[in-house]
């Protein structure tokens, strides 16, 4: 998304000087026409102080080219003569304007702010890249501010991005404002629609979350990511039915998608968990079991539906032998059939959580599941195999 501007002598363009020009002034200006940057700003500096030329819109002119062409060199002798070259050219641009009465710079300035503009983008480009995002969506924010002030332009693409770079900061406020200023501009994009919505169901308000899902998708109306957030917030609200005819339509979309199963096994999943009568439960199981095996045979090293496979199995085995365990102590037979049930899933758990295993060795929780069923099951060499593995990855 980085913005390149081809600029040809944008900075040292410009009118000539007259004779009566302040010497400094002219000074400025011959420097930085020869690339000698510092002795530029040396010169510059004076003259926006001096009473002949502080409210000269020329003086803040060449001032704004001065410190645009220190941000915009790759000589390392220069880098570092000014702290924010960039924040300092925008402000004497907005100064030279503001000075600027008879309007002889104002054309050049707005052309020069809007590549100022350009730069604060890339900059929330880098920023973003290298994940401090507070900066970025500061950077963002000027970048369409400066655009929509000077040149009447609104730049979607940076409203949007200022709002994204502050939900990455954890800012939640700020990004909400951005990403409604965003879809007020239609920005075309369907993550502003399902960030909008995770932000407000984070604040609670999963109605109001709900609202911007559905203006999602008027605009992109089968769109897996629009309709697994929709189905979300309706497992939230406890509306089933809701979400499980969202689940068909996902899969109905792209049934050879790996990732669109997981998503619908781990939904099942979740409204499983939510249930009370075992005899849905067992139903939500069995769906969960379908598309997490559907995920695994369209991608065999996909760890986390074989993860949650073996979870689904272990949580069941858990259900069942406290079911068991809540049997009165004379109904013996009944407990040692649902003992041997709870079992049995346990039996089916290990060998997906194995796969898990094998697929991300290092991961505690697989790790751990294993041992608790090898130990179950009486498997001892499994266990102490297992076991060792553990302690090594927990440092003991």
């Known amino acids: 998304?980085?913005?390149?501007?081809?600029?040809?002598?944008?900075?040292?363009?410009?009118?000539?000087?007259?004779?009566?020009?302040?010497?400094?002034?002219?000074?400025?200006?011959?420097?930085?026409?020869?690339?000698q940057l510092d002795k530029a700003m040396e010169a510059?500096?004076?003259?926006?102080?001096?009473?002949?030329?502080?409210?000269?819109?020329?003086?803040?002119?060449?001032?704004?080219?001065?410190?645009?062409?220190?941000?915009?060199?790759?000589?390392?002798?220069?880098?570092g003569l000014a702290e924010n070259p960039l924040n300092e050219a925008y402000d004497s641009y907005k100064k030279s304007l503001e000075l600027d009465d008879k309007e002889k710079y104002t054309d050049d300035v707005k052309d020069?702010?809007?590549?100022?503009?350009?730069?604060?983008?890339?900059?929330?480009?880098?920023?973003?890249?290298?994940?401090?995002?507070e900066t970025a969506s500061e950077a963002f924010e000027k970048a369409a501010n400066i655009s929509e002030e000077y040149k009447n332009q609104k730049d979607t693409t940076a409203v949007y991005y200022a709002g994204n770079s502050a939900d990455l900061a954890g800012n939640r406020e700020r990004a909400l404002n951005f990403y409604k200023k965003a879809e007020?501009?239609?920005?075309?994009?369907?993550?502003?629609?399902?960030?909008?919505?995770?932000?407000?169901?984070?604040?609670?308000?999963?109605?109001?979350?709900?609202?911007?899902?559905?203006?999602?998708?008027?605009?992109?109306?089968?769109?897996?990511?629009?309709?697994i957030t929709e189905t979300n917030i309706y497992l939230a609200q406890g509306d089933a039915e809701k979400a499980l005819?969202?689940?068909?339509?996902?899969?109905?979309?792209?049934?050879?998608?790996?990732?669109?199963?997981?998503a619908v096994g781990t939904n099942y999943d979740n409204m499983m968990k939510k249930q009370e009568a075992d005899s849905i439960k067992k139903?939500?199981?069995?769906?969960?079991?379908?598309?997490?095996?559907?995920?695994?045979?369209?991608?065999?090293?996909?760890?986390?539906?074989?993860?949650n496979l073996g979870a689904v199995y272990v949580n069941r085995a858990a259900e069942l032998q406290s079911m068991a365990n809540n049997l009165p102590l004379s109904e013996t037979e009944k407990?040692?059939?649902?003992?041997?049930?709870?079992?049995?899933?346990?039996?089916?758990?290990?060998?997906?959580?194995?796969?898990?295993?094998?697929?991300?060795?290092?991961?505690?929780?697989?790790?751990?599941?294993?041992?608790?069923?090898y130990a179950r099951l009486n498997e001892k060499e499994k266990l102490k195999e297992i076991s060792q593995k553990l302690n090594e990855a927990r440092g003991e």
């Open 283 to 307: 139903m939500m199981m069995e769906e969960a079991v379908n598309a997490y095996q559907k995920a695994l045979e369209l991608k065999p090293d996909y760890f986390k539906p074989a993860f």
């Open 44 to 79: 510059i500096e004076p003259a926006t102080e001096h009473k002949k030329t502080e409210n000269d819109a020329k003086t803040w002119y060449y001032r704004g080219n001065v410190y645009l062409s220190l941000h915009l060199t790759e000589e390392e002798e220069y880098k």
């Open 112 to 133: 020069r702010l809007q590549f100022v503009s350009e730069q604060y983008f890339n900059k929330g480009v880098n920023k973003y890249k290298g994940k401090e995002y």
């Open 245 to 262: 005819d969202n689940l068909k339509i996902a899969v109905e979309q792209d049934s050879t998608n790996p990732d669109i199963w997981f």
């Open 335 to 373: 407990y040692e059939k649902m003992k041997k049930r709870a079992d049995s899933m346990l039996q089916s758990a290990m060998p997906m959580l194995e796969k898990a295993h094998k697929i991300k060795p290092e991961d505690i929780n697989t790790m751990t599941s294993l041992k608790e069923i």
């Open 184 to 227: 007020e501009l239609n920005f075309d994009n369907v993550s502003l629609y399902t960030s909008m919505s995770r932000l407000y169901s984070a604040q609670g308000d999963t109605a109001k979350a709900l609202d911007v899902i559905k203006e999602g998708r008027k605009k992109y109306e089968n769109n897996f990511d629009i309709i």
């Open 1 to 35: 998304m980085k913005r390149v501007a081809i600029v040809t002598a944008l900075i040292l363009a410009g009118t000539a000087f007259s004779m009566a020009q302040n010497h400094k002034v002219v000074s400025a200006y011959n420097y930085l026409r020869k690339g």
